[in-house]
């Protein structure tokens, strides 16, 4: 037997590469025994506020996980928070999501949003990504009301919150209740490895998952059922589909774009170095 590497899932839509490098026996052609979790056991009770005690970030720590891919501002808050891992690229795909309400709603736009709470998974790829799409549109920072809850679609639907920043399925699910978008939102991954994970044994994950977003690319029916495969046949056609882009290199430039970033607006109490928190070639 390889190598057994323990994978934790981000999101059953995005991560689709990861699965397929399973199912095709990708990873296994670059000698690797790959476990992969798909959610965490616990659900949405398990997404709670505090990313420390998430169920991917809590394995890691504990030994009992060696990689998962997370938002990439959360890569590098995780990082330098939690220690004992590194980002060791950036991940397959460049997420997709979107900003919604309900259909009754007055807000047509996102301006509409200031001072709005807006459910989120705090400090996650849509927790950020909201951010950027709402100051983009002049929202200053101060009047941005995001709040985390655990199940942001049942925030949603049942008037909990005025708004919610949804990825895939949810983002699906939300439209068959009636919701309605208000805007797209895009961002990056990071994957994050722990120390026990060589750099011999990180290039062959890359290579099998890159493998992966080839075959996906050229699969394009398949492509969107396995991605959307948690979200029912007919809605399926409208599902929004991450951008394939494969892993690449985290370049210190973008590093200390996102850095910067987050200190301006205090997401990290100090600036961590590159050498810190990524495992650069």
Same mark, same amino acid.
């Given at each position: 037997?390889?190598?057994?590497?323990?994978?934790?899932?981000?999101? /059953?839509?995005?991560?689709?590469?990861?699965?397929?490098?399973?199912?095709?026996?990708?990873?296994?052609?670059?000698?690797?025994?790959?476990?992969?979790?798909? !959610?965490?056991? @616990?659900?949405?009770?398990?997404?709670?506020? /505090?990313?420390?005690?998430?169920?991917?970030?809590?394995?890691?720590?504990?030994?009992? $996980?060696? &990689?998962?891919?997370?938002?990439? +501002?959360?890569?590098?808050?995780?990082?330098?928070?939690?220690?004992?891992?590194?980002?060791?690229? =950036?991940?397959?795909?460049?997420?997709?999501?979107? #900003?919604?309400?309900?259909?009754?709603?007055?807000?047509?736009?996102?301006?509409? =949003?200031?001072?709005?709470? #807006?459910?989120?998974? +705090?400090?996650?790829?849509?927790?950020?990504?909201? *951010?950027?799409?709402?100051?983009?549109?002049?929202?200053?920072?101060?009047? *941005? @009301?995001?709040?985390?809850?655990?199940?942001?679609?049942?925030? $949603?639907?049942?008037?909990?919150?005025?708004?919610?920043?949804?990825?895939?399925?949810?983002?699906?699910?939300?439209?068959?209740?009636?919701?309605?978008? #208000?805007? %797209?939102?895009?961002?990056?991954?990071? #994957?994050?490895?722990?120390?026990? &994970?060589?750099?011999?044994?990180?290039?062959? *994950?890359?290579?099998?998952? /890159?493998?992966?977003?080839? +075959?996906?690319?050229? /699969?394009?029916?398949?492509?969107? !059922?396995?991605?959307?495969?948690? &979200?029912?046949?007919?809605?399926?056609?409208?599902?929004?589909?991450?951008? =394939?882009?494969?892993?690449?290199?985290?370049?210190?430039?973008?590093?200390?774009?996102?850095? %910067?970033?987050?200190?301006?607006?205090?997401? =990290?109490?100090?600036?961590?170095?590159?050498?810190?928190?990524?495992?650069?070639?």
């Amino acid at each position: 037997m390889g190598r057994v590497i323990r994978l934790q899932s981000d999101s /059953n839509a995005h991560d689709r590469p990861w699965r397929v490098a399973v199912e095709q026996g990708f990873f296994a052609d670059e000698g690797l025994t790959v476990e992969y979790h798909e !959610d965490n056991p @616990k659900g949405v009770a398990g997404r709670v506020e /505090n990313f420390s005690e998430r169920w991917k970030e809590s394995q890691m720590q504990q030994g009992a $996980l060696e &990689v998962y891919p997370v938002c990439e +501002w959360g890569a590098i808050e995780r990082v330098q928070s939690l220690g004992n891992a590194k980002i060791i690229g =950036l991940d397959t795909t460049v997420r997709t999501g979107a #900003i919604m309400v309900r259909a009754d709603s007055a807000i047509q736009t996102v301006t509409d =949003l200031r001072n709005v709470p #807006i459910a989120v998974t +705090w400090h996650a790829g849509t927790f950020y990504a909201a *951010i950027e799409v709402m100051e983009a549109a002049g929202v200053p920072f101060d009047e *941005i @009301k995001l709040v985390h809850a655990n199940d942001r679609l049942d925030a $949603l639907v049942s008037g909990k919150t005025e708004a919610a920043a949804l990825m895939e399925p949810l983002v699906s699910r939300a439209r068959k209740a009636g919701a309605r978008q #208000i805007a %797209d939102l895009r961002w990056r991954g990071g #994957i994050v490895a722990g120390e026990a &994970v060589d750099d011999e044994t990180a290039a062959k *994950i890359m290579r099998a998952l /890159n493998r992966a977003v080839s +075959w996906l690319a050229e /699969n394009e029916e398949r492509s969107r !059922d396995e991605l959307l495969r948690d &979200v029912t046949p007919d809605r399926r056609a409208t599902g929004m589909l991450p951008e =394939l882009t494969g892993v690449q290199a985290y370049q210190p430039v973008e590093f200390q774009e996102k850095v %910067d970033w987050m200190l301006e607006r205090g997401f =990290l109490e100090n600036a961590p170095s590159y050498e810190a928190v990524v495992r650069g070639k």
